[in-house]
C-alpha cells in the first residue's frame, strides 16, 4: 500500500453472527471487577463502575435481510418503531427476530441477566442501540433497574404505549407508573465554546446531567450524531467511581463536540477508558444501497462528519497523548461486530517507516486536531473539520505501531 493512502477492498467482510451463551455470560459478569467492560454486541457492553454494573445500548435481537443484494450471515434491526414498542400480539415485529444468546425468549434472557445489572444507558434511539422489549422485561424482573436514555426518550415510547394516566386506554400495550417512573433524562453537558447550553443559561439544571447510584455516577455530554430523527438527542456517558473515569462516546462524528469534550476531561483527570464507535467498513448493506462508488462516498465523507468516524478514535489518542486506552466498537450493523484487526489498515493511512515517531506523531496530531477548532468557531461547518483532520491524516499517516493502541472490542471478551 502506498504511503498515506487508505485502501477500499471489493471483498465485504462477512461477519457471522455467532450467538452467545447466556450462562457464560452471566458467569462474566459475575466476575467483573471495578473498571472491567464486557463487549455482547456492536453496541452492547456490561460496564463495572464501583459497585454497579451497566448495560450500554441493548441491541440484542435482529433479523437476516431478505434483499438479494444484501450480505447473508448479518442480523438486522427491526424497523419501523418496533424497537421502541413493547411485545404485542396485535403488532409482531416485521421479520421474527433473533437473539444475540442462543435462546431468542426475551423472558428467559431477561430473568438471567437483570439481577446482575442496576442501570441501562441508552446514547440514541437508533434500532440498532435500543431494544425496548428487553429493557422492559428486564425492569419487570429487578424493580430496582433504572433506565437513563437522552432528552425527551420518553415521548417516542408514549406513541406506542398507553400510559395509566391516558384518559381513553387504546389497544397498545400499557406502560405503567413503576416501569416510566424508572425512565430517566439526563440533559447532556454541552461543550464550554458552544451557545444556548441549558446547563450553562441555567446553572440549577447541571444537577439533571448526572445521576449517583451507590458508589458510582453517570453524567451525560452532548455529542454529534445524525444516524435517525431522533439523534439530535445523542449523548455521551462518563461513567465515573473514585480513580475510574470511563467515556463511552457511541456512534460519534469526526466533530469539535467529540475532541473538546475528551480534550477537556483529559485536562481535568476525569478519564481513564474511552470507548469509541468506528465506522462501517462496509456501508452498502448499512445503507441498503447496491451502487459501490456511493457506498465508498458514503464511507469516506458522510460518515465521518455526521455518523460513525473511523478516524475519531486515533484522534482521541492523540488527544490524551497516548496515556488513555481507547476501545472501539460497532464495527458494522449485526449482532457479532467485525472484530477484525485488519479493519484500521484498510480504512486509516499508515506507514511502517523506519523515521516514523510515534511520539512526535500523537503530539502533531493533537496539536492540529485542536488548532482545527479554532478555525472551526470562525467557520462552524464539520464537514469541513472533518475534512481537514483526514487530509492531514493522509500527509502524515499513522505509524504503524499506533495502530495496537486503539483495541477493538471482542463479543463476550473480558477488557
Request: with cysteine.
Amino acid at each position: 500500500m502506498d504511503e498515506g493512502s487508505i485502501v477500499n477492498s471489493e471483498t465485504p467482510i462477512l461477519i457471522t453472527p455467532d450467538r452467545l451463551n447466556l450462562g457464560q455470560t452471566v458467569d462474566q459478569i459475575i466476575r467483573l471487577k471495578p473498571g472491567d467492560i464486557l463487549p455482547l454486541s456492536h453496541s452492547a457492553m456490561i460496564i463495572r463502575c464501583g459497585d454497579k454494573t451497566f448495560l450500554t445500548d441493548p441491541f440484542v435481537g435482529g433479523s437476516e435481510p431478505k434483499l438479494p443484494f444484501l450480505e447473508k450471515g448479518r442480523l438486522y434491526p427491526p424497523g419501523k418503531g418496533w424497537h421502541l414498542r413493547s411485545e404485542d400480539k396485535n403488532n409482531p415485529p416485521p421479520t421474527p427476530q433473533v437473539s444475540l444468546f442462543e435462546t431468542d425468549d426475551l423472558t428467559v434472557i431477561a430473568q438471567a441477566l437483570a439481577p446482575h445489572i442496576d442501570a441501562i444507558t441508552i446514547s440514541h434511539l437508533d434500532p440498532d442501540h435500543v431494544y425496548f422489549p428487553l429493557i422492559r422485561r428486564l425492569m419487570e424482573v429487578n424493580p430496582s433497574l433504572q433506565v437513563y436514555g437522552p432528552l425527551v426518550w420518553q415521548k417516542f415510547l408514549a406513541r406506542t404505549h398507553t400510559l395509566e394516566s391516558d384518559p381513553d386506554p387504546t389497544a397498545k400495550p400499557l406502560l405503567s407508573e413503576t416501569v416510566l417512573s424508572r425512565l430517566h433524562s439526563l440533559i447532556p453537558i454541552r461543550p464550554a465554546w458552544k451557545k444556548g447550553s441549558l446547563t450553562a443559561d441555567y446553572p440549577k439544571l447541571a444537577e439533571y446531567s448526572s445521576s449517583r447510584l451507590g458508589e458510582a455516577s453517570v453524567t451525560a455530554f452532548e455529542i454529534r450524531h445524525m444516524g435517525s430523527q431522533y439523534s439530535e438527542h445523542s449523548s455521551a456517558y462518563l461513567f465515573e467511581n473514585g480513580q475510574q473515569h470511563l467515556l463511552s462516546i457511541s456512534d460519534s462524528a469526526l466533530s469539535p463536540e467529540a475532541v473538546t469534550l475528551v480534550d477537556e476531561l483529559y485536562r481535568q483527570g476525569r478519564l481513564t477508558q474511552i470507548i469509541t464507535s468506528t465506522a462501517v467498513y462496509n456501508p452498502e448493506p448499512l445503507y441498503f444501497i447496491k451502487n459501490p462508488e456511493l457506498a465508498t462516498r458514503i464511507r469516506e465523507e458522510f460518515e465521518e462528519y455526521s455518523g460513525h468516524s473511523a478516524f475519531l478514535p486515533f484522534v482521541l489518542l492523540a488527544i490524551t497523548e497516548g496515556k488513555i486506552p481507547v476501545i472501539t466498537n460497532h464495527g458494522g450493523f449485526f449482532i457479532n461486530q467485525a472484530a477484525d484487526e485488519t479493519f484500521y489498515p484498510h480504512r486509516i493511512p499508515t506507514t511502517d517507516s523506519p523515521d516514523s515517531d510515534p511520539a512526535a506523531w500523537l503530539e502533531l496530531c493533537r496539536h492540529r486536531s485542536l488548532s482545527f477548532i479554532t478555525s472551526y468557531l470562525n467557520h462552524p461547518d464539520r464537514k469541513k473539520y472533518s475534512d481537514r483532520i483526514i487530509s492531514w491524516f493522509k500527509r502524515h499517516p499513522i505509524p504503524k505501531p499506533l495502530l495496537d493502541r486503539v483495541r477493538f472490542a471482542k463479543a463476550s471478551q473480558i477488557i
